[in-house]
């Protein structure tokens, strides 16, 4: 049977229920964010890991000019490697019936013998193409799907000048396109880039590397040092024109899953502390209230022969209870949250099984750190209750010792009227609890400045990227370097206005012990479609001998203007040169380095050659120039800047909507948290007080003034404190989201600050105001007497 | 001689109340016996009340000494404390310190939950003619019910002593005799040793013993030869 102090419990927690659900929302918030963010994080590496184990992904990859099958077996006699596979890779221009834009497609190989041994590809349908057939393709099956092809569908492709026509045999999924994005673009679009495995004979054939490969994929044995390998591979492949080989990190697919998983152990290292803190001390102030409400009830459970222990864990258990509130709830919104970001991860990542690893212990982690908390903030007040000596506790508490300080007497000399004495000294009679307040409110400021921050540093990079830096509406990708006549030709397409050359180089930048992996982008000097930006919006153009880089790569390699960097270029022709840094530039995305193109061209001695087209196109006859890329030859791939940009803005601003939307309801759960139960607790302590001074004749809002100043007079105070903090968190979020692939500024913005606090601020005053009108309610005569 | 229950040597008491010192008890030299209903009679402050706590073990006196069935209170340390008050002490108090979230019988419950040998709170509420009043809560009841309950709660354990401080100071006179009524009855049935704090001179006449306090000591201590019932009470 249950015991009659349980009953009182139950019966307390029945009482406190608006108190207890807004301390449990906030302590459900941590809960939510802890789950979701280890589930994400767990199913995220888990599924990878397994996905790369079962489909044996490759360690170290490196492409080459062409090197002759022979180095095949030289390959895998090295040191530590484990498995060899030597491909012919090479991207085209795909004609999709059906489909009026220009489509890339990323070629592999298949070997002779059937499926690869490395990056083994799942077959989602059909099979294989016949390693004699010429015209078989396995294509990605989010490619057929958003292209809406089927086995037995055909589709033409312009391999190296030649078009052929290619009938599908299977769809498939690789562990190596996860992240499938194609060459220049900034999301994956699925309909414009898909993946092609065709038997080597086909591929080598097309791309005149019979007998050769242009790119390896080993598998290291599980004692070997990758950088080792690398040298050795490195060593090998360096005559035949290799980019140099590289370990998982270089990896596109690869790096977009690490920088994701890493950005969800930041957001679950983050976030749940701060709602758990929260939680904690909200607890620890309700439970001092309770506490001290039930003074003459704890002592009468003394007098009636209840221990200590009994006493302390009655008040535990009834923060338990708010915490099983919170667990519930926070399970419940955790599970929702894993799953929705399960599918978003769905839209951009390429996986064909998700392991759901928020099973078992994330769900038992999450609930004991709520425990904890909760344990934590009612630890105090419950052993205040239960050392209570009973004698004491049975008899009315003794006044707050209030004492004279020169607060006082700054409040005197102001001549302020006795309510806001009233206000102040009672902010500062608590000081800590005071403080602890303020810091709450502070901290639903910074929850919804940080996130703001999104928008405008977005913006920055969308400004910068594409309206500054990038103001091409199409890229033409050659599939190697051509003549710089190439250039002027382009503008006789249809729809094309203007044209410029452009030259990629992969390079290795040094500088000491420093050193990055890039590309040095060329460009003519004063070009006006892909031009290279400072922080002020001059356009910089590089001297010859120089190089500019961006910020991120030049504090990588700890050098600034007028220091000089090793540069070497791979490929073709490895050569090492010294350049000058001659400025450093702010640049978002990609870690960058600018050269003069005619100054590479002499650097290299080679005659004028470019490898990227960019044009200015001309909207109404787009459908024309799309019809005649599809047979162009040498054409790689054409990227469309105008789509890039479309979908690249409206992706950000679906997700920061959402992010956005988050935030400030988690934002309005802790200022709901914090300011109504401070106006709460204060009603509770005071309600003597105010009564009697209803009774000497003040007014109702006279009253109210005294019970809303002090909470919106530390709302108010807290807001520059959250904005700092929401600096803060927001400088370390953008910090850990950066990567290679891009970095976000912090754009400060006035307005950013101005929304977080109107949001904080009306919460505060709307959830004052609802203890308010139980000031109004309140009758004077039967508060006035209630023993204490 | 009846056997003696509590004995007090020279207990003083000093309290600090904020930064006020109040000397409640100054030199105390007191036996209490089996059985017998003591009236202690006194002005506020004059240290009544404070000697009720240390004889209930909710309160340590500053200095001298007490014993309980010759079992030395004063050495005990909390969780001894503890242990006396749940098996042998019964308190009502003047406010009755009901728990408001709990009915009559939860409230008598209380105490039945972690007492050796209760009797079942229906019984107890029964005694106190609360018999249908049982699932109330202290809000939907009268003073006098709500004492009468507190009594109850007090006496559902079978105390050997039952500390009443000041039981009838909120109620008034007629349901004050009627509160009065059930201690003397339990007194007699039971022979539980009873001390009734008050000051309101007219109940020392039910009392076998009165005690008389004056600023912190025992100015006289005078014995009924006849007693009067609580029902003869007047005042």
């Known amino acids: ?211 050769a490969f242009n790119d390896v994929t080993l598998k290291l044995a599980a004692s070997a040092q990758e950088a080792d390998v690398i040298d050795s591979v490195d060593r090998l492949l360096d005559p035949y024109g290799s980019l140099g080989a590289v370990g998982r990190e270089f990896q596109i697919s690869d790096a977009f899953i690490s920088s994701e998983i890493t950005q969800q152990r930041v957001m679950a290292s983050i976030l749940p502390p701060i709602f758990f803190g929260i939680s904690a001390f909200l607890v620890s102030m309700v439970m001092g209230r309770i506490i001290a409400l039930e003074r003459s009830q704890i002592g009468l459970l003394k007098a009636v022969g209840y221990s200590d222990l009994e006493i302390c864990l009655h008040y535990l258990l009834l923060a338990a209870l708010i915490a099983v509130g919170g667990i519930l709830i926070g399970w419940a919104g955790g599970t929702w949250l894993a799953r929705d970001m399960a599918r978003q991860y769905a839209q951009y990542f390429d996986f064909p099984f998700l392991i759901f690893s928020t099973s078992g212990w994330a769900y038992g982690a999450s609930a004991i750190a709520a425990l904890l908390t909760t344990t934590l903030g009612a630890a105090n007040a419950a052993v205040r209750a239960a050392r209570l000596a009973p004698a004491i506790a049975m008899q009315p508490p003794a006044p707050p010792n209030f004492k004279r300080s020169l607060i006082d007497r700054a409040m005197a000399a102001m001549r302020l009227s006795q309510p806001t004495v009233m206000i102040l000294r009672s902010l500062l009679r608590w000081p800590l609890r005071s403080g602890l307040t303020l810091l709450g409110i502070a901290l639903a400021v910074s929850t919804i400045v940080s996130p703001s921050f999104f928008q405008p540093s977005l913006d920055k990079i969308i400004d910068s990227a594409f309206y500054e830096s990038n103001r091409q509406d199409g890229m ?48 003519p000097p004063g070009t006006d479609l892909s031009r290279v930006i400072d922080s ?136 709901i948290g914090v300011t109504y139960n401070g106006a709460r607790i204060q009603l509770s302590e005071r309600s003597r007080e105010l009564a009697s001074l209803r009774i000497l004749g003040f007014t109702r809002s006279e009253v109210s003034y005294i019970l809303i100043g002090e909470t919106m007079l530390l709302a108010v105070l807290a807001q520059p404190l959250g904005w700092y903090i929401g600096m803060v968190i927001a400088t370390g979020m953008f910090t850990s989201f950066s990567s290679d692939l891009y970095n976000l500024p912090l754009v400060v913005s006035p307005a950013v600050f101005a929304k977080a606090s109107l949001i904080v601020l009306i919460a505060s005053f709307a959830s004052v105001m609802v203890v308010r009108r139980r000031l109004d309610k309140q009758d004077l005569v039967s508060v006035m007497k209630v023993r204490e | 001689m009846p056997e003696i229950v509590f004995r007090t040597e020279g207990i003083t008491k000093v309290y600090q109340t904020g930064e006020v010192k109040v000397f409640a008890l ?198 009924n030869d006849t007693r009067m019932s609580a029902e003869e009470l007047v005042w």
């Open chain 1, 476 to 523: 033409l990708v050659m599939s190697h370097d051509m003549p710089l006549s190439v250039t002027e030709a382009a503008v006789d397409l249809p729809a094309v206005l203007s044209s410029e050359g452009q030259q990629f180089h992969p390079v290795v930048l040094r500088n000491g012990i420093h050193e990055k992996r890039t590309s040095i982008q060329a460009n």
């Open chain 2, 26 to 223: 100054a030199g105390v030299d007191l036996s209490l016996y089996a059985g017998e209903m003591a009236v202690l009679l006194g002005p506020s402050g004059s240290g009544k009340s404070t000697l009720l706590n240390i004889l209930g073990g909710l309160d340590r006196a500053t200095t001298g000494r007490v014993w309980f069935r010759g079992k030395e209170l004063t050495d005990l340390p909390d969780r001894g404390l503890t242990r006396y008050r749940r098996d042998h002490v019964g308190f009502v108090f003047q406010f009755y310190n009901l728990v408001p979230s709990l009915t009559a019988r939860e409230n008598v419950q209380l105490v039945t939950d972690v007492s050796h040998d209760p009797m079942p709170a229906e019984e107890a509420l029964a005694m106190v003619d609360l018999a249908d009043r049982l699932d109330h809560f202290p809000s939907e009841m009268s003073g006098g019910e709500q004492q009468r309950v507190a009594i109850a709660r007090a006496i559902a354990k079978r105390p050997e002593i039952l500390l009443c401080d000041e039981p009838t100071g909120a109620l008034d006179s007629k349901t004050g005799i009627q509160v009065l009524q059930v201690l003397e009855e339990i007194n007699r049935r039971f022979g539980t040793t009873t001390v009734i704090i008050t000051h309101n001179a007219d109940i020392q006449r039910m009392a076998h013993r009165v005690i008389q306090f004056q600023d912190g000591k025992i100015s006289s201590v005078h014995t």
């Open chain 1, 536 to 671: 002020t919006g001059a356009q910089v153009d590089v001297p010859p001998g120089g190089v500019v880089l961006t910020d991120g790569l030049a504090a990588h390699l700890d050098v600034g203007p007028g220091d000089t960097v090793e540069a070497t270029f791979l490929g073709d022709r490895k050569e090492t040169h010294a350049l000058m840094v001659t400025d450093t530039i702010a640049q978002y995305f990609g870690i960058g380095a600018y050269m003069d193109l005619d100054d590479v061209n002499a650097l290299l001695r080679q005659s004028p050659r470019i490898s990227t087209i960019n044009v200015s196109l001309n909207d109404a006859d787009i459908d024309a120039l799309h019809a005649e890329l599809k047979d162009i030859p040498n054409l790689t791939s054409v990227v469309m800047m105008t789509d890039a940009r479309r979908s690249f803005s409206e992706t950000i601003e679906q997700n920061i909507g959402i992010i956005n939307t988050i935030y400030i309801t988690i934002g309005l759960l802790i200022t």
């Open chain 1, 1 to 211: 049977m249950m015991q009659a102090l349980d009953r009182k419990l139950l019966r307390d927690f029945g009482r406190l229920w608006k108190q207890a659900l807004a301390i449990a929302m906030v302590l459900a918030c941590g809960v939510t964010t802890l789950l979701g963010g280890l589930g994400t994080y767990n199913s995220l590496s888990d599924t990878r890991d397994t996905y790369y184990e079962r489909n044996r992904f490759a360690d170290v990859f490196t492409t080459v000019k062409r090197a002759p099958d022979r180095l095949a077996a030289e390959l895998a006699e090295l040191d530590g490697v484990w498995a060899v596979e030597t491909r012919t890779t090479g991207y085209a221009v795909l004609d999709v019936p059906g489909s009026s834009v220009s489509v890339t497609g990323q070629i592999i190989s298949l070997p002779d013998d059937g499926a690869p041994r490395l990056n083994v590809p799942i077959i989602n349908s059909g099979r294989l193409p016949h390693p004699d057939a010429t015209g078989g393709v396995m294509v990605n099956t989010n490619f057929a799907e958003a292209n809406a092809l089927r086995i037995g569908d055909h589709f033409f492709a312009n391999l190296n000048g030649q078009k052929r026509r290619l009938t599908i045999t299977g769809t498939a999924q690789s562990p190596e396109f996860i992240y499938t994005i194609g060459p220049g673009a900034l999301l994956p679009n699925n309909a414009t880039f898909g993946i092609l495995w065709m038997p080597q004979a086909a591929v080598n054939a097309a791309f005149d590397m019979t007998g």
